[in-house]
């Protein structure tokens, strides 16, 4: 994955990963907020709840903070509109929801003196609702996939909020967050690798039947190492790039790729794309031996 701000600034908020997953939201927000006040107030009412549908407009100031403190209790974010209505919001990630955590917030916010106010659970699936005992009418119920959803339907001008949103949605993603969908083509995509894999290794036996070879699939990649050292294969995040690399592909020093796609692989015939694979391979090891 490319290099990502909110990614890189959470390493130093390990120990604090529900505290920045809300500042870098809010950021997000605000800074939407700020430079399209329309987008902005689109978001947040989905964020909300039909029941504040009316309490946003482009006339009245709006502000979100984190971290307030009300009587111990400190709810993640806080949207306050005109100073009359407030709304409340809970970020949950990987810690659970004290069962009375919702029912003081909504306590708070009964007795804050605000006209209209509004609690919110932000949360990565529906089955953390099952840790509150207050009514589901009380709060409104959000999952990072559909705040996810709504910042990808944004169609922005604006490069900086186009830039954020992209940033802020691989970050939920690289958080398990948000998750992109699993389509009919992975019935296909499964046996495609595996015949994929089964082609690399025969043309690995064609371009040196001497080359000691063992077969190497984890989570980000799939393919083979050759000679102890050399990684062949495709990572999924460039999953039409063939790469050979020393080190195991770790650091190497050495790199030479093939682009499935540019090589028109896919409309090769089965003996067409193993060729293509064998001469890529002798290739490869031809150049790395002579360094």
């Not at 971290?67 to 806080?78: H, L, M, S, V, Y």
């Amino acid at each position: 994955m490319k290099k990502n701000i909110f990614i890189s600034l959470a390493k130093y908020a390990s120990r604090q990963e529900e505290n920045f997953l809300s500042e870098a939201f809010v950021y997000l927000l605000s800074t939407i907020l700020e430079r399209d006040k329309v987008t902005g107030i689109s978001v947040l009412k989905k964020l909300s709840g039909s029941k504040s549908d009316s309490w946003f407009s482009e006339r009245e100031q709006i502000s979100i903070t984190t971290q307030i403190t009300i009587e111990g209790d400190r709810p993640d974010i806080a949207i306050k509109i005109a100073n009359e209505k407030i709304v409340f919001i809970e970020v949950k990630h990987n810690s659970t929801l004290g069962k009375e955590q919702l029912m003081r917030y909504h306590s708070h916010l009964k007795g804050s003196g605000y006209r209209e106010k509004q609690l919110v659970l932000l949360t990565r699936s529906r089955s953390s609702i099952k840790e509150t005992r207050l009514e589901t009418a009380n709060f409104h119920h959000v999952c990072w996939y559909e705040v996810s959803s709504w910042l990808s339907d944004i169609d922005s001008q604006d490069q900086m909020i186009t830039y954020l949103i992209r940033q802020f949605i691989d970050f939920l993603k690289n958080k398990d967050m948000s998750m992109e969908k699993i389509t009919w083509e992975y019935m296909r995509g499964l046996p495609a690798m595996k015949n994929f894999l089964d082609m690399l290794g025969a043309a690995i036996s064609e371009a040196n039947p001497e080359f000691t070879t063992k077969k190497t699939i984890g989570w980000t990649w799939g393919g083979y190492y050759l000679e102890g050292n050399i990684f062949l294969g495709i990572r999924f995040s460039n999953h039409l790039t063939l790469t050979f690399e020393n080190d195991t592909g770790n650091n190497p020093s050495f790199i030479k790729t093939l682009s499935l796609e540019e090589s028109h692989f896919f409309s090769l015939s089965a003996g067409e794309q193993l060729e293509i694979l064998t001469t890529f391979i002798e290739e490869a090891y031809l150049a790395y031996n002579k360094l």
